[in-house]
């Protein structure tokens, strides 16, 4: 049986944890002042508007397309050209009132105007209006903030509170990080990009639980171990698992991001950064709270250091 650490192996992530420290909350900072000068690239889903999804029957390229829906009435029109030939491109006016079913008839009308009724074809067709898309916008917040929450008091109930106050910042540390990658390469966010953001939450989280779980079985085996030297050896037994576990996900991810076109783009960028970013946390972030809790307020019997 190959192993990809092998048996022994002790590597003293903890000695680094300091360092890890601080370059997380510089990466942080820096990543939300981007996310707060540069604001959020909020899509149909969130911001209101209308989106019209098209397939040519013949190659064409974004000036034709933008030359056939403009109008006085779609001044902000947004085209937007899919995969790597130039038959496909979503068509996207933001932010339009109580009248966006009237915009994307106008959309289709004009296109089919313009390259004739064969020659366009209507693959999708969306519309949310401005107090919907506010109101999504809201929710899904609140969706990955109280996952978050919900997850850190999960792992607190089921070891100890250091435990849950560890996944809590590991977590609040992915989506942070990840929403800040988000923002700076450009992703537009919208449902997908929330539904990633919590499959994140929900694996990072289960390394954590490993890991945790590890810690736990160690404590029991000697309750007067250092425990600095416990946490370390836990998290090095669980890192072969870590490994395979990430590597292989991350291949699958990477095939989506790679091959999966522009629709899934966005969904697969914010994938590939967050399991990235969740191993990191888990190994360095999650391990590195519970021992600085730890110090501080030691368990009775317990060796810290």
Do not use: C
């Amino acid at each position: 049986m190959i192993e990809i650490i092998p048996h022994g192996t002790i590597i003293d992530f903890l000695k680094y944890r300091r360092v890890t420290a601080i370059v997380s909350i510089v990466l942080i900072v820096l990543g939300m002042a981007f996310v707060a000068i540069r604001g959020i690239n909020f899509g149909i889903d969130f911001a209101g508007g209308s989106l019209v999804h098209v397939r040519f029957a013949k190659e064409t390229d974004t000036d034709a397309v933008r030359a056939a829906v403009s109008d006085s009435a779609l001044a902000s029109v947004d085209i937007q050209k899919l995969g790597g030939g130039g038959d496909e491109y979503l068509v996207r006016v933001p932010g339009t009132s109580d009248g966006h079913e009237d915009v994307t008839k106008q959309i289709t009308s004009n296109l089919a105007t313009a390259f004739g009724a064969d020659g366009v074809e209507i693959l999708r067709v969306e519309s949310v209006g401005p107090r919907v898309g506010e109101s999504l916008r809201e929710r899904a917040i609140l969706a990955v903030a109280f996952a978050t929450l919900m997850m850190g008091i999960y792992i607190w109930a089921r070891f100890e509170w250091r435990f849950g106050i560890g996944a809590g910042v590991a977590l609040a540390h992915d989506v942070l990080l990840t929403t800040a990658a988000l923002v700076v390469f450009g992703y537009e966010f919208d449902l997908t990009i929330v539904a990633a953001l919590l499959s994140v939450v929900g694996y990072s989280v289960n390394d954590t639980v490993v890991i945790s779980d590890r810690i736990r079985e160690n404590m029991a085996r000697d309750r007067r171990a250092n425990m600095h030297e416990l946490v370390n050896r836990s998290i090095n037994e669980t890192l072969s698992r870590t490994i395979l576990t990430t590597g292989t996900t991350l291949f699958v991810v990477l095939a989506l991001y790679l091959l999966g076109g522009t629709v899934i783009n966005g969904f697969a960028f914010t994938l590939l950064v967050g399991f990235i970013v969740g191993t990191y946390s888990t190994v360095f972030i999650a391990g590195s709270v519970v021992l600085y809790f730890e110090e501080r307020y030691p368990a009775a019997g317990r060796k810290v250091a």
